[in-house]
């Protein structure tokens, strides 16, 4: 039992790390000297200066922010250093810590990362994971070294991926149980119970690329599970998106149906459209568009979009 409280300093940046954020600074016997965040960026339409989400949350609470570009430079270190802490907590930061950094804090750094690792090392395990078609996901809470998310495990939490998850609503999932497991450590860490962190496995380690707008625009050569399961996956960005007779669309909903007679059909045409939806050619099946967004316009059922679009009614 420690006698003071735990001194964390924690690092985040968007919006998946504000529950860990808020874990943090209600855990009894344990006190968030500092946040470290990213430098506030440019954002919305008129490319506004906005703080992260983190910082805005911080502020709040009354916790002194710290923005560095980097935490390369020595006089970051020293301010840190200077902190004197317990343990750092790093949720989505966004900076890469160097091993003096790592090797600051007395019982090292705590990473909570959204993924049953080592599958989905990286930047956007949640997206890739809904869109390889994962039975299951999770978060796991690792002790952090040098390398990428190759950290051993702590402790860790799965959770179903579901027929309607979306990026959006496993995004929300996992961030609330990020700060669950990572209570139970802080917990366990205070009252002696922390478990002996587990080295990753060799085998089943794959890479959560960093998402890439280009990957919106579909690619219908490909079938129609994989298209379905990318436009959830990219809801609520990039947003996937199509051309439906001649204007480009994005898609919110869709869904992939059994193999239709499409042969000699160009992929991504439509090959047909009803009430229920219109039906596109893929590689392999099709997938019905359900709701779907002009440009500039707002998200709509497929019936709506037919409504304006009468030469598409009926078989193509």
Same mark, same amino acid.
């Given at each position: 039992?420690?006698?003071?409280?735990?001194?964390?300093?924690?690092?985040?940046?968007?919006?998946?790390?504000?529950? +860990?954020?808020?874990?943090?600074?209600?855990?009894?016997?344990?006190?968030?000297?500092?946040? +470290?965040?990213?430098?506030?960026?440019?954002?919305? #339409?008129?490319?506004?200066?906005?703080?992260?989400?983190?910082?805005?949350?911080? $502020?709040?609470? !009354?916790?002194?922010?710290?923005?560095?570009?980097?935490?390369?430079?020595?006089?970051?270190?020293?301010?840190?250093?200077?902190?004197?802490?317990? $343990?750092?907590?790093?949720?989505?930061?966004?900076?890469?810590?160097?091993?003096?950094?790592?090797?600051?804090? /007395?019982?090292? +750094?705590? =990473?909570?990362?959204?993924?049953?690792?080592?599958?989905?090392?990286?930047?956007?395990?949640?997206?890739?994971?809904?869109?390889?078609?994962?039975?299951?996901? %999770?978060? +796991?809470?690792?002790?952090?070294?040098? !390398?990428?998310?190759?950290?051993?495990?702590?402790?860790?939490?799965?959770?179903?991926?579901?027929?309607?998850?979306? !990026?959006?609503?496993?995004?929300?999932?996992?961030?609330?149980? %990020?700060?669950?497991?990572?209570?139970?450590?802080?917990?366990?860490?205070?009252?002696?119970?922390?478990?002996?962190?587990?080295?990753?496995?060799?085998?089943?380690?794959?890479?959560?690329?960093?998402? *890439?707008?280009?990957?919106?625009?579909?690619?219908?050569?490909?079938?129609?599970?994989?298209?379905? #399961?990318?436009?959830?996956?990219? *809801?609520?960005?990039?947003?996937?998106?199509?051309?439906?007779?001649?204007?480009?669309? /994005?898609?919110?909903?869709?869904?992939?149906?059994?193999?239709?007679?499409?042969? %000699?059909?160009?992929?991504?045409?439509?090959?047909?459209?009803?009430?229920?939806?219109?039906?596109?050619?893929?590689?392999?099946?099709?997938?019905?568009?359900?709701?779907?967004?002009?440009?500039?316009?707002?998200?709509?059922?497929?019936?709506?979009?037919? =409504?304006?679009?009468?030469?598409? /009614?009926?078989?193509?």
């Amino acid at each position: 039992m420690h006698a003071e409280p735990l001194r964390l300093v924690f690092a985040g940046t968007p919006a998946f790390a504000v529950p +860990c954020l808020e874990t943090c600074l209600r855990t009894e016997g344990a006190r968030v000297v500092a946040v +470290c965040t990213q430098p506030d960026r440019p954002a919305g #339409r008129g490319r506004t200066l906005t703080e992260s989400p983190v910082k805005q949350a911080a $502020l709040a609470a !009354g916790v002194p922010v710290l923005q560095p570009e980097s935490m390369k430079p020595r006089a970051v270190q020293e301010q840190l250093a200077a902190l004197a802490p317990d $343990l750092l907590v790093v949720v989505a930061y966004g900076l890469i810590l160097p091993r003096a950094v790592l090797a600051l804090p /007395r019982q090292g +750094c705590w =990473n909570v990362h959204a993924s049953l690792l080592p599958r989905w090392r990286g930047a956007a395990p949640i997206q890739r994971a809904l869109a390889a078609g994962d039975a299951e996901t %999770g978060v +796991c809470l690792m002790r952090m070294e040098a !390398g990428l998310d190759s950290g051993p495990v702590l402790l860790r939490a799965a959770t179903p991926i579901t027929a309607e998850d979306t !990026g959006g609503s496993l995004h929300e999932r996992l961030a609330q149980l %990020g700060a669950r497991l990572l209570a139970q450590g802080l917990t366990r860490l205070r009252d002696g119970s922390l478990p002996v962190a587990q080295p990753q496995p060799a085998e089943g380690v794959t890479y959560a690329h960093k998402l *890439d707008k280009a990957e919106a625009l579909l690619d219908f050569g490909r079938p129609a599970v994989e298209l379905a #399961r990318l436009v959830r996956a990219f *809801d609520p960005w990039p947003v996937a998106e199509a051309t439906i007779a001649g204007e480009r669309v /994005r898609l919110w909903r869709t869904l992939a149906l059994p193999a239709a007679a499409t042969r %000699g059909v160009a992929p991504g045409a439509v090959v047909a459209t009803a009430a229920e939806g219109i039906d596109l050619a893929t590689g392999a099946g099709v997938l019905r568009v359900l709701e779907l967004q002009r440009p500039g316009g707002r998200r709509m059922d497929a019936r709506i979009y037919l =409504n304006g679009h009468p030469a598409l /009614r009926g078989p193509a």
